[in-house]
């Protein structure tokens, strides 16, 4: 059998909501999510998932209602050192504290940023509710319960328009999406609303190793969790439980650059560079350019983790003006 998989299709965007109706449409048992959501020791909250649909599109959504006072705190606001030390102290098991602390770190980073101050020190306000506390340990509870071997993610959809904040009226993406989500394929305006809240980014960001769009898998389940709007397209989250193939292709790209205006006893000199900095192969191809005029294709195979370090080194090492980027898919024999 094959490697299992989860695969959230952001073709909508995702929400903390959205993220654990569609965990428990998936399998997870509400019973479970319960039962150990009561360790938290939170004041009085319920949590309801019923049928709803989007579009025409069935599945589960999920409802967080909470007091209004508790603690000393209003509702939706708390420091991120009340957040740890609530989960430090709840009854939970060590692996999903760690996996719940380590997305509410992503936040509480991003929102540091935004606002100027230190880690320790930033306040959440609409993250630091009670239903987005809640969604947040959910969602660590889920991924430890279904314990997949690999997580992937569709490009993220933003949205468009404004979004309420305690701050005020912010752009969406609000600014801790935007950090949370640097580096990951976004795309925008298919709706002029949030359609992806700082609580979902931040579960993408600690949770997805890998953003793509071409992953080969076998189906195994589909599960939809139903957003709270209803928009022009589906406001829903649609998450694929799958195995993956025996052998898994695995994720690269070539950079290539057309040269012909440099030395070729320039190109031993550049190659033993780029393979010096991780680059997977690479090879110099005779081609004819405009006017007949003899040069090189330069093709460099690499990773994700070297991609932007040599994409520098041969705009500055070789001629070029600039490179193209392929994204390919590499299948190897064992060894």
Do not use: W
């Not at 328009?161 to 801790?176: C, E, M, N, R, W």
């Not at 033993?272 to 110099?284: H, I, K, P, R, T």
Request: aromatic residues 6%; hydrophobic residues 45%.
């Amino acid at each position: 059998m094959g490697e299992t998989i989860l695969y959230y299709d952001c073709f909508a965007g995702i929400s903390g909501d959205m993220h654990l109706a569609a965990m428990v449409d998936l399998g997870v048992p509400q019973a479970y999510l319960r039962e150990q959501l009561s360790l938290l020791g939170l004041p009085e909250f319920t949590v309801r998932f019923t049928r709803d649909s989007r579009k025409g599109i069935t599945g589960t959504r999920a409802d967080v209602d909470a007091a209004t006072e508790h603690e000393g705190h209003s509702h939706g606001h708390r420091a991120f050192i009340d957040i740890r030390a609530l989960i430090n102290r709840s009854g939970l098991s060590e692996p999903i504290k760690a996996r719940s602390l380590a997305i509410f770190q992503r936040l509480a980073e991003a929102e540091a940023t935004v606002h100027g101050t230190s880690v320790e020190e930033v306040r959440f306000h609409e993250v630091g509710a009670v239903d987005s506390i809640v969604d947040i340990i959910a969602a660590a509870l889920c991924l430890e319960y279904l314990k997949p071997d690999h997580v992937y993610a569709s490009t993220v959809e933003l949205g468009g328009g404004f979004v309420k904040s305690q701050h005020g009226l912010l752009p969406v993406p609000a600014p801790a999406t935007a950090l949370l989500l640097t580096g990951v394929p976004v795309k925008t305006g298919a709706v002029p609303f949030e359609m992806t809240t700082p609580t979902g980014a931040a579960i993408l960001a600690s949770s997805v190793e890998s953003f793509t769009n071409t992953s080969r898998f076998t189906i195994k389940k589909v599960a939809y969790g139903i957003g709270h709007r209803d928009t022009e397209i589906p406001n829903v989250l649609r998450v694929f439980l799958a195995e993956a193939p025996e052998r898994l292709p695995a994720e690269a790209c070539i950079l290539e650059c057309n040269i012909d205006d440099m030395s070729p006893e320039l190109h031993g000199h550049v190659a033993e560079l780029l393979f010096s900095a991780g680059a997977s192969d690479v090879y110099f191809t005779p081609i004819i350019m405009k006017k007949s005029r003899p040069a090189v294709m330069l093709s460099v195979l690499c990773n994700s983790e070297v991609e932007r370090q040599l994409q520098e080194l041969i705009l500055r090492e070789t001629t070029t003006f600039g490179l193209r980027r392929v994204a390919v898919q590499k299948v190897m024999l064992d060894r």
